[in-house]
């Protein structure tokens, strides 16, 4: 894998966001995460890119909100991560709680 985890977040929750994803990539974590806003090509499809996040990811990280709930594209990214994880037999994705919301019933 390129990395130990991919984030799925809305853009909206960007500030707490980059701040896990700072943590994680930090000591004593020094992890190697997708972050859209950071790793994402340029002028590839939004969808592409998300295959690519979850197929090169050991783990996805599912930031949960309800920012997240009412997000197409976190939709889209908890479809194709549900779907590894169906596929693979294994338990790669990891939902983070940020605020309360309903837990979507694929988790």
Not at 9 to 38: G, M, T, Y
């Amino acid at each position: 894998f390129s990395f130990d985890a991919f984030v799925s977040a809305n853009q909206r929750d960007f500030a707490w966001v980059n701040r896990l994803v700072h943590q994680l990539e930090s000591p004593p974590h020094n992890l190697k995460i997708c972050f859209h806003h950071r790793d994402f090509k340029t002028g590839v499809p939004i969808t592409d890119n998300i295959t690519w996040a979850v197929a090169n990811s050991r783990k996805i990280l599912v930031v949960l909100s309800k920012n997240f709930l009412v997000s197409n594209w976190c939709k889209v990214e908890l479809r194709a991560a549900v779907e590894k994880a169906m596929r693979n037999d294994e338990h790669c994705v990891l939902p983070i709680l940020k605020s309360e919301c309903v837990i979507p019933t694929e988790l």
